[in-house]
């Protein structure tokens, strides 16, 4: 092999890996995140108020006339959303009467069980047991998280368990307009550019990733002081 032939055949390979590179970087740049958030910076920008929160959306939380409001986009069986889960609980107790909580379905569709859980939750709330079914899912992830079968009878289990009208339930869990409501959340969500979960906007503001409750009493703090 001449010196010259080396010399081009180096650089055709270095072009190509360079495409290569290039090209993976852009598709990871646009693929959903699997978990931890939209992005890991916090966000500067308000989003705006008409895709974060809708006259059906679900709160857990609720002030009059508070000046604050937190909104969650989550995925049951996320387990980012679980590690997440106490801290929101104990933003939403020692906020308790000051702001309002917000939660949003974002079934990520890398998870088989995610969206059937949302329909589940959905289906409890119109039975006045949203609360409920929310905990439930989170406390019970490790049981039926991360499955490639369907878990409906699992959830159906928890229904039973909270007392729900079981006809009612199932009735809502199959009604179109539920899953409709669930995808709702989730195309408001890519809207706002969310691609993982949890993602958290306090007052249309994003937070970092998987926010610590110091970060996140600090922005509430902010937006409550006169």
């Known amino acids: 092999m ?10 055709v390979i270095a072009a190509v890996v360079g495409i290569a590179v290039l090209a993976y970087s ?4 646009n693929a959903p995140a699997a978990g931890g958030g939209a992005d890991p910076t916090a966000s500067s920008s308000t989003a705006p108020e008409e895709l974060l929160v809708r006259e059906n959306s679900h709160y857990l939380s609720r002030a009059d006339d508070s000046q604050v409001t ?7 069986e996320c387990e980012a959303c679980r590690a997440q889960f ?3 609980e104990r933003l939403r107790e ?6 309002n909580l917000v939660i949003r379905y974002f079934p990520l569709p890398g998870h088989t069980n995610s ?3 949302a329909l589940a939750v959905e289906a409890a709330a119109e039975q006045d047991a949203l609360e409920e079914m929310y905990i439930k899912m989170y406390e019970t992830q490790e049981e ?3 499955s490639q079968d369907s878990r409906v009878d699992v959830f159906e289990g928890f229904a039973e368990e909270l007392g729900l009208d079981m006809d009612r339930f199932r009735a809502t869990v199959a009604d179109p307009a539920t899953l409709d409501r669930v995808r709702a959340d989730f195309d408001d969500g890519r809207q706002l550019g969310v691609q993982g979960t949890p993602t958290i906007y306090v007052n249309g503001r994003q937070t970092e990733s998987m926010p610590t409750y110091e970060a996140l009493s600090q922005a509430i703090d902010a937006e ?3």
């Open 94 to 99: 020692e906020y308790d009467g000051r702001i």
């Open 144 to 146: 039926w998280g991360e």
């Open 86 to 88: 106490p801290i929101m």
């Open 70 to 76: 937190v909104v969650e986009f989550l995925d049951f």
């Open 2 to 11: 001449t010196k010259n032939l080396a010399i081009s055949m180096a650089l």
């Open 224 to 226: 409550l002081e006169p």
């Open 26 to 29: 852009v598709d990871n740049r």
């Open 115 to 117: 969206e059937p859980a």
